[in-house]
């Protein structure tokens, strides 16, 4: 379990929150808006109304007690810069933002924070990926050219099991799980048989996935 400060609470803010309680972490909550705060109290530990760019607020929330301040505000770039800013100015261990567009990630990478998410980047890629072939079920990019490929398994591989397919040999792919009736199973062995009612999950070079899978 790790305790989080979450900066910004609009649609994004709110559904980070939301998987945050589902996966058992400790979050403090801060919007400016009071209808904001109100509407995620059901999913945090805490919550409080103030102004993420006054550095007495953030001081008086000990951000350097938390595992990581996420800074979710979306509607606003100059609150975002200063407020990615000032955690890290006040000692926040793990500073991570959003950023809407190309430049403002750089903004951001410049003046505090560690890592920056670009969710409609993101997306957009995961739409672009998705809709190239039927096979394509889930899509996650990875670093220097890898990714996570969660895919429908091809017709000739029928029957086989991984041993048979020896993918990793053939094209540098490593087999991470089989999805069965909905439920991912990652205990792969040599002997897992793959079947129609099965989809595959696979981590490799995109370019060694598109080849394998004919993308």
Known sequence: MKTILLI???RFGRHIAMKLNDLGHEVMAVDSDEERVNAVLPFVTAAQIGDSTNSDFLTSLGVG?????IVAIGDDFQNSLETASLLKELGARKVIARASRGVQEK???RNGADE???PEK???AWTAIRCTSDHILDYIEL???????????????MGK???????????GINV????????LNMNVTPDTLLDTERSILVLGHEKSIQKCFKI
């Open 176 to 183: 991470l799980g089989v999805r069965d009736g909905g439920r």
């Open 116 to 118: 920056v998410v670009y």
């Open 161 to 171: 099991t991984i041993l048979q397919l020896d993918i990793r040999k053939k094209y």
């Open 107 to 109: 903004f951001l990478l």
């Open 122 to 124: 993101q997306l957009a």
């Open 65 to 69: 007690n938390y595992d990581a301040c």
């Open 8 to 10: 910004g609470l609009g």
């Open 143 to 157: 670093d220097d050219g890898y990714a996570i490929y969660e895919l429908s398994i091809p017709e000739n591989w």
